[in-house]
């Protein structure tokens, strides 16, 4: 079944974009485990927001509106507070899903 992409998703790439994959706490697959995205999907959707962070000129120029969106209104969120709130919403999903990291 093909992913259907979110909110909590898109601000997760987005976040990675500012501030690189090992940003957050979790390992980057663990990352992508809790969102239930396979790492190369995550992989695509950070080349999207890499095309509308550089105005078009490297990722993948097919970004949807929830990315555009996303990349608007969080971009100038500060590191910090940004890597905090992904965070957050990566320990809550990990919550309800009952992951346990190995």
Request: net charge neutral; charged share 25%; with cysteine.
């Amino acid at each position: 079944m093909q992913h259907k992409w979110n909110l909590e998703d898109d601000l997760v790439a987005v976040c990675m974009i500012k501030n690189g994959k090992n940003c957050l706490k979790y390992q980057y697959e663990t990352t992508c485990s809790i969102l239930d995205v396979q790492p190369n999907s995550m992989n695509m959707r950070l080349k999207n927001v890499e095309f509308v962070a550089t105005d078009g000129k490297s990722g993948l120029s097919n970004a949807g509106k929830l990315t555009i969106y996303v990349w608007n209104n969080y971009k100038d969120m500060s590191d910090e507070a940004f890597i905090d709130l992904c965070n957050m919403i990566l320990d809550l999903k990990k919550q309800i899903k009952g992951i346990v990291e190995v």
